[in-house]
Nanobody
Framework: VQLQASGGGLVQPGRSLRLSCAAS????????MGWHRQAPGKQREFVAA???????RYTNSAKGRFTISRDNANNTVYLQMNSLKPEDTAVYYC???????????????WGQGTLVTVSS
């Protein structure tokens, strides 16, 4: 397994959750790492990404609530999600790609999803 996501679960609106994605070293060190999500009945969408030198990009709905970070020593990327809303309910996928925050120009890896359900 090259990308292993974890941390999903059921959480009440307004609460927080942290997702983790452990990657093999060969993938993690040279790639942009990011999170996408797919809500029921909707297309998969971009959430956040971080480069190896920690430049970040967020979708508008995540700005101010979500924080992406990476631990280069442990080949892990995190998504801290605060002030969760029911519309954040989705399967969250970890992704690693070669390129920039805005485009993939080569290799592209996806992990299995982890389900986040925001409900009271």
């Amino acid at each position: 397994v090259q990308l292993q996501a974890s941390g999903g679960g059921l959480v009440q609106p307004g609460r927080s959750l942290r997702l983790s994605c452990a990657a093999s070293g060969s993938i993690f060190s040279s790639n942009v790492m990011g999170w996408h999500r797919q809500a029921p009945g909707k297309q998969r969408e971009f959430v956040a990404a971080i480069t190896s030198d920690r430049y970040t990009r967020y979708t508008n709905s995540a700005k101010g609530r979500f924080t992406i970070s990476r631990d280069n020593a442990n080949n892990t990327v995190y998504l801290q999600m605060n002030s969760l809303k029911p519309e954040d309910t989705a399967v969250y996928y970890c992704r690693a790609w070669s390129g920039t925050l805005y485009g993939n120009y080569g290799t592209d890896y996806w992990g299995q999803g982890t389900l986040v359900t925001v409900s009271s």
